[in-house]
């Protein structure tokens, strides 16, 4: 449990946190811009990972309310969504990685075209793509 509160409190809590500590001064200016960073372990489960994957959605489901929230103010709020990438997380992990220098520069790119929901690497556009099939049924 102390580590499923951790990854709540990191994925979902921290993020929140950082909004509430600046979108006041953005709001003051009337611009600013958070991109809060998901994964798609927000549309997936795991063994082992489930917790991760909820922090994850929680995030994702928070900056959307997010945006609606303060696009009034003239902030932007995007979603970076991504597979796995190479970081401490996944030290050990045998499994292909994305190079977080890529990432950083497709998030960038995406972000600056207004994109609210980036889809940061192969991963997260082929698993959004075929999240649900046209009668709103999780594709298999």
Known sequence: MDDIR?????NYFGALHVVRAFAPAMRERGRGAFVNVSSVMAWLGYEHSNSYGASK?????????????????????????????????????????NRPEALVA??????????????????????????SDDRGRFAK
Do not use: H, Y
């Not at 997010?66 to 045998?94: C, N, Y």
């Open 106 to 131: 497709t998030a960038f790119d995406q972000f600056e075209d207004g994109v609210v929901e980036i889809l940061a690497d192969e991963a997260a556009v082929a698993l959004k793509a075929g999240l």
């Open 57 to 97: 959605a929680a995030n994702w489901a928070m900056s959307n309310g997010l945006r609606e929230e303060l696009a009034g103010a003239g902030i932007q709020v995007s979603s970076l969504l991504l597979g796995s990438t190479d970081t401490d997380m996944m030290k050990g992990i045998d499994a292909p990685k």
């Open 6 to 10: 951790r990854e709540i409190d990191v």
